[in-house]
């Protein structure tokens, strides 16, 4: 049976990819990184680490403080407040410059030493903030490269990538972890669990995408 390592953050989007990782490929065949990188919140570390107890996967934190100190954003940079609105023409400030490529380049490193074929994120380019590296485009583009830079035959996951937040909200109600994924996560830029701040543009996108679910399951 093929293996996979989920690249996990412990946000809504990542956690959803990891029960669908086990559900794929069989828990016992799935691991998780995450990374540290230097950002505001190290509690999202905490959260990833929690799921993965609470469901019997492994875990790794792999330090990765270069990102931070090449990066300038509000994510690393405790004195720089988040945008509440997206920079019309550019990302927002909320974007780390690189952090998807250096994220998903270590995690082949990592599943290429432990015989691990198949990497999953959970980037999107249905509902996203913009940032490039989540596009479809660059995880195929880089796919290819990282097969050809260790001469092995990995495979990106992206379950999510063509979908939206209600669909998102749906895929973790049809795998049984609604709750884990409502309650345990976190997306909220200001550090917030679960439910989070309810204003930054992570809170906003997330509570609209579970509306709209809400609105689906009951029919209306």
């Excluded at 990184?33 to 999202?44: A, L, M, P, T, W």
């Excluded at 330090?63 to 023409?89: C, F, M």
């Excluded at 082949?108 to 999953?120: N, P």
């Excluded at 990106?156 to 909200?169: G, S, V």
Aim: proline letters at 5%; one cysteine or more; glycine letters at 8%.
């Amino acid at each position: 049976m093929r293996k996979a390592l989920v690249v996990l953050s412990g946000g809504q989007d990542s956690t959803t990819c990891l029960f669908w990782a086990a559900d794929k490929f069989g828990k016992e065949n799935v691991s998780a990184v995450g990374f540290d990188y230097g950002q505001r919140h190290k509690i999202e570390l905490k959260c990833a680490k929690e799921i993965c107890a609470d469901a019997g996967i492994p875990y790794e934190v792999i330090p990765t403080p270069i990102i931070n100190q090449l990066s300038v954003s509000s994510l690393t940079r405790a004195d720089i407040p988040v945008e509440e609105t997206k920079p019309e023409g550019a990302p927002p400030n909320t974007f780390v410059e690189g952090r998807n490529l250096l994220f998903l380049s270590y995690a082949a490193i990592y599943s290429k030493t432990h015989g691990i074929t198949d990497i999953v994120t959970g980037v999107c380019e249905t509902d996203f903030s913009g940032y490039p590296d989540c596009r479809d485009i660059f995880i195929k583009s880089l796919n290819v490269t990282l097969n050809l830079a260790m001469d092995y035959n990995f495979v990106i996951h992206t379950p999510l990538m063509w979908i939206n937040k209600a669909q998102t909200w749906k895929m973790a109600d049809d795998l049984g972890v609604l709750d884990i994924i409502r309650d345990k996560t976190l997306t909220c830029y200001s550090g917030v669990l679960g439910e989070g701040c309810g204003h930054c543009p992570s809170c906003t996108l997330r509570k609209r995408g579970y509306d709209e679910f809400i609105k689906m399951k009951e029919g209306k």
